[in-house]
C-alpha cells in the first residue's frame, strides 16, 4: 500500500500524450516488431507435475490465460532412467492434455540422467547436470524425436549450456558445439521439418555464441534462443530494450536469425538473482508485461515467461508454491497470473504502429569540437573529428588498436568535467559501428564523488543507430570505478561527465578498427511509457509510468475503455477530445478510435 500512497503524492500531470519530436526508445537501435506477439510460458508439466492422471489441471489453466505456446522439457532421465528402460508416462500425460487443447510445444531436449555422465556422485536414475556421454545423449533425442515428431516440431537443444551450473563442471563451448551439431544432425533425419533452437544463452556475454560460430556450429540451429534476465532490475533500469543488441551484432558476422527468448522472469520475492527480495507480488506481475511488451518491440518473435508455479525457495511462478507441485487452487494465484492472461487477451490480433514515450533528447556533446578530450595513461586508441556523421556536423571518429589477449580498452576524458542536468534519467549516443561487440561506456562523478560506470551498449554492426543506458537504480559492484565511505552505488546529483570508454567485450579479441560517434544525449522528460497498436479501426494504447503521472491521450471517441493489468475495466469520458486518466508502474490497455 506504501507505494501507492507515494504514486498519489508524487502525480504529475502532462499536458498531452502525444510523440515527442525525438522519442530516446523508439530510436533505440529499433527492431520492427513482428506481426502477431507471443507470450508463452515455461509449463513444465512433464517434469514438475507429479500425477499424470490429473494433467488437465494445469493444462486447462494453461488455455485459461490465453497460451498457445509453452516450453516444455522431456527430462532425459524420465524418459530414459535406465540404458535399457524407456518411459513416457509423463511426457505422453502432459502432451495429451496440451496438444489437445491446441497448445503448441517448443520441446527442450536435456539435462543429462546420472547413467549418462563420468561423474560418480549423482543418482543414476535421476537429473544430472554434468557434460553427458555423447552418443548416448543423441540416442536419448533420437527416442524423443521419433516419439513426438508428429506433434512437436521445435527442438531446444540443452538449457542454458554457457551457465556452470547447467553443464558441469564448467562450460565448454567445444563440447556443446558438437553435441548441437550431432543432435541437430539427427533431430533432421527423423523429421526434416524440424526447427532447432541453441540452447538458450545469456545474451549479455556473446563469447560462447561466438565459441559455437568458430567451432563450425552456426548453420545446425534455425533460431537463437537467448535468457534475457535483469531480475531484480525492472524492464527499464535492467535496459531489457537493449537484450538484443549484442547477439545482432553476432549475427551480422554469421547470418541472421530469428530470436525467441525461450526463459524471461521476475521473482516476487528472495530468488537465486534476488537474495535481499526487492521485487514483491505487484512489481512481479508489472515487470511481466512490460518485460513482455519490451521484448516483443526488440523484434523477438516469441517469449516464454518463466515459470508456470514457484519452486519452494524461487518463486518466479505465477502461481505459489501452497501445499506442492500439484497445488493449483485459485487463492495461491499471483497478480502475475492475471496480469499474463489480460496480456493476451488485449494483444490477439493487434498491429505495431509506433512507441510514443514523453520523453525529451538534448544534445550534452555533439563532437563538433574536441577540445578538452585527452587520452590518459594509455595508447590504445585515437579520436579525431570527422566528416562522416549523422546529419550534417562533424562527428567524432575513434580508432583503436587492443594487442592483447587481457582486458584492452581505451578512455578518453574530458577536462572540464561536463555537467548532466538533474532531470536526466537516460544517456544515450549515436553511434556508427564495425561490427564488433566492444563495448561504448561512460562514467559519471556524483554529488557524493563516487564514480559509476554505465555501459551504452556493444557498437553493432555498420550504420547508425541509438544506444542507451538508464542512470536510475544502483549499478553492479564492479562498476563503482572511484568508491566512497558510506556511497550507494546511484548516481546523485548534481553529476557530470567523466570519460567515455570503448572495452574488449571479448578480451580475447587482437585487432584494430575505427567506428564513429554522433551526439551524446541525454534523455529527460516525464518517465512515461507508451506503446501505440491497432485492431481493425480501434487504437490501443499500452501506458505505463513507473514514478506517476497524469496522461491525457488525445482521441476522435466521446469515450474509451481503459482497461487495468489484472483486466478489470472502466469507460472514460473524453473532454475537449482527450481522454485524462492516472497512470502508475502498472501498466493500462485503453481502447479508443483513431
Do not use: C
Not at 59 to 70: C, D, F, M, N, P
Not at 107 to 115: D, E, I, K, M, T
Not at 245 to 255: H, I, L, Q, S
Request: avoid cysteine; hydrophobic fraction near 40%; aromatic fraction near 12%.
Amino acid at each position: 500500500m506504501k507505494r501507492f500512497l507515494l504514486f498519489g503524492l508524487a502525480l504529475l500531470m502532462v499536458a498531452a500524450l502525444m510523440p515527442a519530436a525525438e522519442s530516446a526508445t523508439a530510436q533505440h537501435n529499433a527492431r520492427q516488431p513482428v506481426a502477431s506477439p507471443v507470450f508463452g510460458l515455461n509449463s513444465h508439466l512433464a517434469t514438475r507435475y507429479t500425477d499424470p492422471t490429473t494433467m488437465d489441471i494445469p493444462a486447462q489453466l494453461v488455455t485459461e490465460l490465453g497460451i498457445t505456446w509453452v516450453r516444455e522439457d522431456f527430462h532425459w532421465h524420465r524418459v530414459q532412467p535406465r540404458r535399457d528402460i524407456w518411459d513416457w508416462t509423463y511426457t505422453d500425460a502432459a502432451m495429451r492434455a496440451l496438444l489437445s487443447r491446441n497448445v503448441r510445444v517448443l520441446g527442450v531436449l536435456g539435462p543429462s540422467v546420472g547413467w549418462a555422465v563420468p561423474h560418480s556422485g549423482d543418482p543414476h536414475n535421476d537429473v544430472s547436470y554434468y557434460a553427458p556421454d555423447h552418443d548416448a545423449f543423441v540416442h536419448y533425442a533420437r527416442g524423443v524425436v521419433t516419439r513426438y515428431h508428429r506433434h512437436v516440431k521445435h527442438w531446444e537443444i540443452w538449457n542454458e549450456p554457457d551457465h556452470p551450473y547447467f553443464w558441469r563442471p564448467h562450460p565448454d563451448v567445444a563440447a556443446y558445439t558438437r553435441l548441437l551439431i550431432s543432435t541437430a544432425a539427427a533431430i533432421r533425419e527423423i523429421d526434416p521439418t524440424a526447427t532447432i533452437l541453441i540452447g538458450g544463452i545469456n545474451p549479455y556475454d556473446t563469447s560462447f555464441l561466438r565459441g559455437v560460430a568458430a567451432h563450425g556450429g552456426w548453420n545446425s540451429f534455425d533460431i537463437l534462443a537467448i535468457h534475457p534476465y535483469v531480475n531484480p532490475y525492472s524492464p527499464e533500469h535492467g535496459n531489457l530494450a537493449a537484450a538484443t543488441d549484442g547477439v545482432r551484432a553476432v549475427m551480422n558476422r554469421y547470418g541472421q536469425k530469428p530470436i525467441w527468448a525461450t526463459e524471461v522472469g521476475w521473482a516476487s520475492g528472495a530468488s537465486d538473482r534476488d537474495s535481499i527480495g526487492l521485487a514483491d507480488d505487484e512489481s512481479q506481475a508489472n515487470y511481466l508485461v512490460r518485460g513482455n511488451l519490451m521484448l516483443w518491440e526488440s523484434g523477438i518473435e516469441k517469449i516464454f515467461w518463466y515459470t508456470f508455479k514457484d519452486d519452494p525457495d524461487n518463486p518466479y511462478g505465477l502461481v505459489r508454491f501452497g501445499e506442492g507441485r500439484d497445488d493449483f487452487r485459485r487463492e495461491l494465484f499471483k497478480p502475475a497470473f492475471y496480469a499474463l492472461r489480460t496480456l493476451n487477451q488485449q494483444m490477439a490480433g493487434v498491429r505495431y504502429v509506433e512507441r510514443r514515450d514523453l520523453f525529451n533528447q538534448h544534445v550534452l556533446v555533439d563532437f563538433t569540437d574536441l577540445e578538452g578530450w585527452q587520452r590518459p595513461h594509455q595508447a590504445n586508441g585515437t579520436l579525431h573529428p570527422s566528416g562522416h556523421s549523422r546529419e550534417y556536423e562533424q562527428a567524432a571518429e575513434l580508432h583503436y588498436r587492443f594487442m592483447t589477449s587481457g582486458n584492452d580498452y581505451v578512455v578518453f576524458k574530458h577536462e572540464p568535467p561536463i555537467p548532466i542536468p538533474s532531470q536526466a534519467h537516460a544517456l544515450g549516443a549515436w553511434v556508427y559501428g564495425d561490427g564488433s561487440t566492444h563495448l561504448l561506456r561512460v562514467r559519471i562523478r556524483d554529488a557524493q564523488g563516487e564514480v559509476l560506470q554505465y555501459t551504452l551498449g556493444p557498437v553493432g554492426a555498420p550504420g547508425w543507430h541509438f544506444i542507451q543506458t538508464p542512470l536510475g537504480g544502483a549499478v553492479e559492484p564492479g562498476n563503482v570505478i572511484v568508491p566512497v565511505a558510506g556511497g550507494n552505488r546511484r548516481l546523485d546529483f548534481p553529476a557530470e561527465l567523466v570519460s567515455i570508454i570503448l572495452d574488449d567485450f571479448v578480451d580475447s579479441f587482437i585487432g584494430s578498427g575505427v567506428i564513429w560517434i554522433d551526439d551524446l544525449r541525454i534523455v529527460s522528460g516525464h518517465e512515461i511509457y507508451n506503446l501505440r497498436l491497432l485492431r481493425g479501426n480501434d487504437a490501443l494504447d499500452i501506458l505505463w509510468s513507473p514514478p506517476g503521472a497524469r496522461a491525457n491521450l488525445a482521441t476522435a471517441n466521446r469515450s474509451g475503455i481503459l482497461v487495468e493489468r489484472d483486466g478489470n475495466q472502466s469507460f472514460v469520458p473524453a473532454e475537449e477530445g482527450r481522454l485524462s486518466f492516472n497512470l502508475g508502474p502498472a501498466p493500462v490497455y485503453v481502447w479508443h478510435r483513431r
